[in-house]
């Protein structure tokens, strides 16, 4: 999910609502919370290095750091028997900065070895969309994209301006050092722990409501809830606080727009016979979303015309047992690291099928998410767990991709064989105002130019658009 900029370095795949943001307490670096139960966040800055020896033993002319000045100087950090921590991450103050440069990591297992160096990919395409207050607000900042490196007791990681990092494949260090790009201010390392989830809900709160399999926003009636009535604007369950969502919300037409009854009752019927049944879905309490930590309220689109297909990047060295301390990981990183008002995909799913409600609002509704930076309003983010550059995914993360489109967008009546226009909120790829044609079902590389979803999982789209409108009964 790699996107190519001004830079050389790749910029990674990442999602948007349009609330206000609140301040966010304290400085911008050296910052620890902790929530006991659910996990927690320390942060450590990235300070400038003398030279790389201080990290890697060598490779690089000692000195040549400390002449180029803070601004473009290479950073790095050390840190050993550190709290555990399971993800990893590097960000900076200003969003809309970049970073021209190579940020990698090692880590140390708990009561194991150390890792090679890896690689944080910038994480700029996924992300509110440019004009959000959710990217414009006092709490938001740049970042890579997460890693997963599972549970660690010590870190080095350090961040090389662009310019240094030719360097390293043998042109001149001088002539390197002479040019070096600035790096972003406020550059900082994040260690996520995810904690243990709270201990397991009560029958009536461990699963969705028992939802129709029929679309919600259907001509001139309002999206049924398990009681009936008016849809409610939380998140899908039960005992959850309602909010009023904003301006954004729009109601579906009123019996007047209708010619006839038998207008109605042949978009009902119309709606229904190209529908597909709900998927098993972990819920947020399923997965331990701490919900203290997001932003209260939800913003919702008029509709869902495009799902957007999208890999986190986080590495595939998780078991399936482990992926729900990955979700959990990267909401913290969402909300805490990078300043967003919650999780930035609408769901996401694991290696071995199963699907998780992500951004919350409800799982039945157009909820606003942040994963497509300038395509986020009318469509929905899907992100499967994993690196698909060059790894295949599994054959049952695809069928449950098919099995969730089908559902969610036949709630919407989208064909997903079909294709449709959104509007461009501004990206490197479409401007600001461009209609733009997508597929109903979208790989992220459609819409932004990125590597994401991986080329081996952008394959399988064709697939997944057929099975998904078989499963609508297409």
């Not at 870190?155 to 260090?173: F, K, L, M, N, Y």
């Not at 019996?255 to 009854?261: C, E, F, G, R």
């Amino acid at each position: 999910m790699r996107a190519y900029l001004a830079s050389s370095i790749g910029v990674a795949c990442t999602a948007a609502l349009a609330l206000p943001l609140a301040l966010h307490p304290g400085p911008a670096h050296a910052r620890a919370e902790r929530t006991v139960a659910v996990g927690s966040t320390r942060s450590l800055p990235l300070r400038p290095l003398d030279s790389l020896d201080s990290l890697v033993g060598g490779g690089t002319d000692r000195g040549v750091a400390a002449r180029r000045g803070d601004a473009a100087a290479e950073r790095g950090v050390t840190a050993s028997g550190v709290r555990p921590f399971s993800l990893v991450g590097v960000v900076w103050d200003r969003p809309a900065a970049e970073l021209r440069g190579r940020a990698q990591v090692r880590t140390r297992a708990v009561g194991g070895a150390w890792s090679p160096w890896r690689e944080l990919l910038p994480y700029g395409d996924e992300a509110p969309d440019p004009d959000s207050p959710e990217l414009r607000g006092a709490r938001a900042h740049g970042g890579t994209a997460p890693l997963w490196v599972g549970a660690s007791d010590a870190v080095e990681a350090r961040v090389r301006p662009e310019r240094a990092a030719r360097a390293d494949a043998g042109s001149d260090a001088r002539a390197a050092d002479a040019g070096a790009a600035a790096l972003p201010s406020g550059l900082r390392l994040e260690l996520i722990d995810p904690g243990e989830p709270p201990a397991p809900p009560g029958p009536d709160r461990a699963a969705l409501r028992a939802l129709p399999g029929h679309p919600a926003p259907t001509a001139g009636h309002p999206m049924p809830t398990a009681g009936g009535g008016a849809p409610s604007s939380g998140s899908g369950v039960p005992g959850a606080k309602p909010t009023t969502p904003g301006p954004s919300v729009t109601t579906t037409p009123p019996p007047s727009a209708l010619d006839t009854d038998a207008d109605a009752e042949a978009a009902t019927a119309a709606a229904a016979r190209y529908s597909a049944p709900r998927p098993a879905i972990v819920t947020r309490a399923g997965w331990g979303a701490d919900e203290k930590i997001r932003e209260t309220g939800h913003v919702y689109s008029k509709t869902v015309k495009v799902a957007f297909i999208h890999h986190t990047v986080t590495g595939n060295n998780y078991s399936c047992s482990q992926a729900p301390s990955v979700v959990r990981s990267i909401y913290r990183y969402h909300v805490k690291s990078l300043g967003w008002r919650d999780y930035g995909y609408n769901f996401t799913i694991d290696k071995c099928g199963k699907i998780y409600e992500g951004r919350s609002g409800g799982v039945t509704k157009a909820v606003r998410g942040a994963h497509t930076l300038g395509f986020n309003t009318n469509s929905m983010g899907v992100a499967v767990l994993g690196t698909f550059t060059s790894k295949k995914p599994s054959a049952k993360a695809v069928k449950a991709v098919a099995k969730l489109t089908a559902w969610k967008l036949g709630l919407f009546k989208r064909n997903p064989r079909g294709t449709t226009h959104l509007v461009s909120g501004g990206g490197n790829k479409y401007k600001k105002g461009a209609n733009v044609k997508f597929h109903v079902i979208a790989g992220h590389r459609d819409g932004f130019a990125t590597e994401c979803p991986g080329k081996r999982l952008y394959k399988k789209l064709g697939s997944v658009r057929k099975t998904a409108a078989r499963l609508q009964g297409r």
